[in-house]
């Protein structure tokens, strides 16, 4: 029953997700490029009575010439070779076929669709003119020419300027992108170079290659809407990330009486930047970064800077001293937490606005349970674009 409710549902009309002012782009256009159309080949044509002066898949043109401008099936070689090579077959069928209509309309339109398949014109008007041409039993062979190629003709004119005009790029290139750009060696509309998108340009076009059905859409377009479906998709993801996902929890941390050559010997033994500050319920008071070392030991001044350094960590043995001893002396009082379960995406702003570099990511009762740092957040957006 599933099934055939399934079935049936393939019959409802496919939703219009475009706006009024684009339908009335549509409409007006083509009731534009119609008009033109039908008095420049009229004027065109006045001194051959009885040609008419438009022909009826015309305005199945004007639909794919306007409603959408960027289909393979719209470009200017299609319609005017779709059109105009069709109708060439259909004139063929009325001679060969003319006693048998049904055979020749049969014979005209698969002949059509075949003959725009070789030429690369495939345009669905064209199989109606070379049904027109038997059912109107056309013999003669400029026909072709007036009025199919030239309605045709003024009809891509129409439509480059309209189309122009409101914003839509027409003609639309329809060029594949080369394999080493969608490999990525280029960058192209996949990625550029240096980055891991999901998937490249080259990926598409195999893709493309094992669907083997024509697409009434052009490549770059359906590769730009695809990437956008991925950046969205990769921006919802990063809002379920939680802090707790990502974060460092093995943290090295210090307490505000720690001698500074301890706090300096767990920097350069675990190549870390920072050590946050807790009291004894792990509590954040503050973090030591090597950027209070150097504010310590002035380093501002670059005269014997290396002696100022090993100055201010060896501890001194006296019960009195002029210098910093321990942590808390030099540390950061002014630091910016993090609750485990707060959306990593908050963070990003964090990061790339405000110069922070690490921040204590606390739990329960405002305890440390881990740290965040710029690696972890480049870490988790490379996952998010590899899913």
């Known amino acids: 029953m599933n099934r055939f409710r399934h079935w049936l549902q393939a019959f409802r009309p496919a939703p219009m997700r475009v706006d009024a002012r684009e339908r009335l782009r549509v409409v007006a256009g083509a009731i534009a490029g119609l008009l033109l159309t039908g008095v420049l080949t009229e004027w065109l044509s006045r001194h051959a009575p009885g040609v008419p002066w438009l022909i009826a898949p015309l305005g199945a043109s004007a639909v794919l010439v ?16 779709g059109n105009t090579a069709s109708a060439l077959v259909g004139i063929v069928c009325v001679h060969l076929f003319g006693g ?10 698969g002949g059509a669709i075949g003959l725009m398949f070789l030429l690369r014109c495939l345009h669905p008007p064209g199989g109606a003119a070379a049904l027109l041409m038997v059912l109107s039993g056309v013999h003669d062979w400029r026909f072709v020419l007036d009025p199919v190629l030239l309605n045709s003709v003024l009809m891509v ?31 192209d509309a996949g990625g550029t170079v240096g980055e891991s998108p999901a998937f490249s340009g080259i990926d598409l076009d195999t893709v493309l290659a094992h669907y083997n059905q024509v697409l009434d859409i052009p490549r770059d377009d359906l590769q730009a809407i695809v990437d956008e479906a991925g950046l969205l998709a990769a921006r919802r993801r990063m809002t379920t990330l939680r802090c707790a996902d990502v974060m460092s929890r093995d943290v090295k941390t210090v307490e505000w009486g720690t001698p500074l050559q301890e706090a300096w010997s767990l920097l350069r033994t675990h190549h870390i930047k920072a050590l946050p500050v807790v009291d004894r319920a792990r509590r954040v008071v503050g973090i030591v970064t090597l950027a209070d070392f150097m504010r310590g030991a002035s380093l501002d001044v670059h005269e014997d800077w290396a002696a100022r350094l090993r100055h201010l960590i060896r501890s001194t043995p006296a019960t009195h001293s002029d210098k910093a001893e321990v942590v808390g002396q030099i540390m950061s009082r002014q630091v910016r937490v993090a609750s485990a379960d707060r959306p990593l995406a908050d963070l990003v702003p964090l990061f790339a606005a405000t110069g922070h570099h690490h921040i204590p990511i606390v739990g329960e009762e405002a305890r440390l349970v881990g740290i965040l740092t710029q690696s972890d957040l480049v870490s988790a957006l490379a996952r998010v674009d590899r899913l």
């Not at 048998?100 to 339109?109: D, G, P, Q, S, T």
């Not at 790029?169 to 960058?187: D, L």
């Open 66 to 81: 306007f409603g959408v401008p960027a289909s393979p099936l719209a470009q200017p070689w299609a319609v005017v070779m």
């Open 100 to 109: 048998a209509a049904e055979l020749a309309a049969a014979i005209a339109v």
């Open 157 to 187: 004119l129409a439509g480059m300027a309209y189309n122009g005009v409101t914003g839509r790029k027409y003609p639309h290139p329809q060029t594949a992108v080369p394999v080493a750009a969608a490999s990525g060696t280029t960058g």
